[in-house]
């Protein structure tokens, strides 16, 4: 069982930055692939970004060049680091945890096991 919480969400204005944080319980955080997704009112939880291993990360077209995943396995946490914010990025952001290695899988968010509580980011312009 993983148990993740969220953090450093809040208000910003348009053009601004924040950095989400997402603490994990357990020991086998590093085996987990983490990712962190968004979901806006009315409308479905998309894809952000996603970091296998220390290595390999993954975002969304929409993030690219904007915002950057890290983790640190030693303090059990993954960051998002939001820079250049619109009001579309405007959501609920929730970090998950999963097994599925698979690159189409990594997008999915159905094919990650634990969830966080969310935290929201609002961006104003």
């Known amino acids: 069982q993983v148990q993740l919480v969220e953090s450093g969400g809040g208000l910003v204005q348009a053009g601004g930055s924040l950095t989400l944080s997402c603490v994990a319980s357990?020991?086998?955080?590093?085996?987990?692939?983490m990712g962190w997704f968004r979901q806006a009112p009315g409308k479905e939880r998309e894809f952000v970004a996603a970091?296998?291993?220390?290595?390999?990360?993954y975002y969304a077209d929409s993030a690219k060049g904007r915002f950057t995943i890290s983790r640190d396995n030693g303090k059990n946490t993954v960051y998002l680091q939001m820079k250049a914010l619109k009001p579309e990025d405007t959501a609920i952001y929730y970090c998950?945890?999963?097994?599925?290695?698979?690159?189409?899988?990594?997008?999915?968010?159905?094919?990650?096991?634990?969830w966080g509580q969310g935290t929201q980011v609002t961006v104003s312009s």
């Open positions: 998950a945890a999963g097994t599925n290695r698979e690159t189409t899988a990594i997008i999915t968010p159905r094919n990650y096991n634990y």
């Open positions: 357990g020991r086998t955080f590093s085996s987990y692939v």
């Open positions: 970091a296998r291993r220390s290595v390999y990360t």
